[in-house]
């Protein structure tokens, strides 16, 4: 069963603004990560926030993690037209491979 | 730079038709997965495996099996093809059962199953 439930399903922004994805998650985590997808390729890693962590910042990225509520949420800020990509959160990873959400699709319109 | 490779990016085959699909890493990662990934359903594990020759099933092994011989590869089989296995299929692998490992994903292959 998929453990992280990304919201929205899809969003669209204008070049420039900032986007905001959440993921909610239903079991207790030792970490969650957000991983890019381009449409049709792999999944590249973003960013990994550990359990202990509320907030993780890389590059234009920022990530929050709110244990008690079993959320986190993912902000790109000043969008660009190459941000344009579905994301994924997932927890796990350990030598049982993870467990993804069905992923937020964001458009980026110039 | 990582890499994790996979044979094909686009296959194409009958229904009945055994198929292998490989994947390679050249990190010396411990651990391999497989994943198919379709619409609505997000990326679900297949089977991943820990170690040479070891194997663990997923969340969705019905219909596949995996050999592992060497540790840089990981193959994942098909015996006998069928259309609800039309999918894409993703590749990853990560270094020792660390719980704060990232995994490093091929490129793909998209399976079309006639």
């Known amino acids: 069963s998929q453990q992280g439930e990304e919201d929205p399903q899809a969003l669209s922004i204008q070049e420039g603004e900032n986007a905001t994805m959440n993921c909610s998650y239903k079991?207790?985590?030792?970490?969650l990560q957000w991983y890019r997808q381009n449409s049709g390729r792999g999944l590249v890693h973003l960013i990994l926030?550990?359990?202990?962590?509320r907030e993780k910042h890389s590059g234009r990225l920022r990530v929050t993690l709110d244990t008690s509520k079993k959320s986190s949420s993912l902000l790109i800020t000043a969008s660009r037209a190459a941000d344009t990509a579905s994301y994924f959160c997932?927890?796990?990873?350990?030598?049982?491979?993870?467990?993804f959400g069905k992923g937020t699709h964001l458009i980026i319109q110039p | 730079d990582v890499k994790v490779t996979q044979s094909s990016r686009y296959l194409v085959k009958r229904t009945g038709e055994k198929v292998f699909l490989e994947c390679v890493q050249d990190?010396?990662?411990?651990?391999m997965f497989w994943y198919r990934q379709d619409p609505g359903l997000g990326l679900r594990l297949i089977y991943f495996?820990?170690?040479?020759?070891?194997?663990e099933k997923g969340d969705i092994p019905e219909g596949y099996s995996v050999s592992r011989e060497k540790k840089e590869r990981f193959s994942l089989i098909l015996e006998s093809a069928s259309t609800n296995q039309t999918s894409m299929y993703l590749c990853?692998?990560?270094?020792?059962?660390?719980?704060?490992?990232?995994?490093?994903f091929g490129p793909g292959t998209r399976l079309t199953v006639l």
């Open positions: 926030i550990r359990s202990n962590e």
């Open positions: 495996s820990y170690d040479v020759k070891m194997k």
């Open positions: 997932a927890s796990g990873g350990g030598a049982d491979g993870l467990t």
């Open positions: 990853a692998s990560t270094k020792l059962a660390g719980l704060h490992n990232e995994q490093f």
């Open positions: 079991t207790s985590i030792n970490n």
């Open positions: 990190m010396d990662h411990e651990n």
